[in-house]
């Protein structure tokens, strides 16, 4: 498999799996993001939330891809199978691929030493 791909198996898709996520799992905020993360059963999953008001449908699509490229080079060093939900605060509409690299590469390193059983 390419390790460029991002397969359905990796994504959050139903509502009922954000929502107990929402509710059990460990909030983290930075600047521009909210994190939340929970252990999960099989793989490691992401969810990303943007809406409209970050910015219009190009910068939104970009930001989501900078960020399922970073998951895929970090669910590996998480330790364990996690769900991780991104949302996307209104501000980060104006970060460049750096910022969102440094910031979220910063606060993955911070969550791969811990555990969430």
């Given at each position: 498999?390419n390790?460029?791909t991002?397969?359905?198996?990796r994504?959050i898709?139903?509502?009922a799996?954000?929502?107990r996520l929402w509710?059990?799992?460990?909030?983290?905020?930075?600047?521009?993001f909210?994190?939340?993360i929970?252990?999960?059963?099989?793989?490691?999953?992401l969810?990303?939330?943007?809406?409209?008001k970050?910015?219009?449908?190009v910068?939104?699509?970009?930001l989501k891809r900078?960020?399922r490229?970073?998951?895929?080079?970090h669910?590996?060093r998480?330790?364990?199978?996690?769900?991780?939900?991104?949302?996307?605060?209104?501000?980060?509409g104006?970060?460049?691929?750096?910022?969102v690299n440094?910031e979220?590469?910063t606060?993955?390193?911070?969550l791969e030493?811990e555990?969430?059983d």
């Open positions: 498999m390790d460029k991002f397969p359905r198996s994504r898709r139903r509502t799996d954000y929502q509710r059990e799992g460990k909030h983290v905020h930075t600047a521009h909210i994190v939340i929970n252990p999960s059963r099989d793989v490691s999953r969810g990303i939330t943007v809406g409209r970050v910015g219009h449908a910068c939104r699509n970009r900078w960020i490229e970073l998951f895929r080079d669910y590996e998480f330790g364990q199978t996690v769900d991780l939900s991104i949302i996307v605060k209104r501000q980060a104006r970060l460049s691929h750096v910022q440094r979220l590469s606060l993955f390193a911070r030493t555990t969430y």
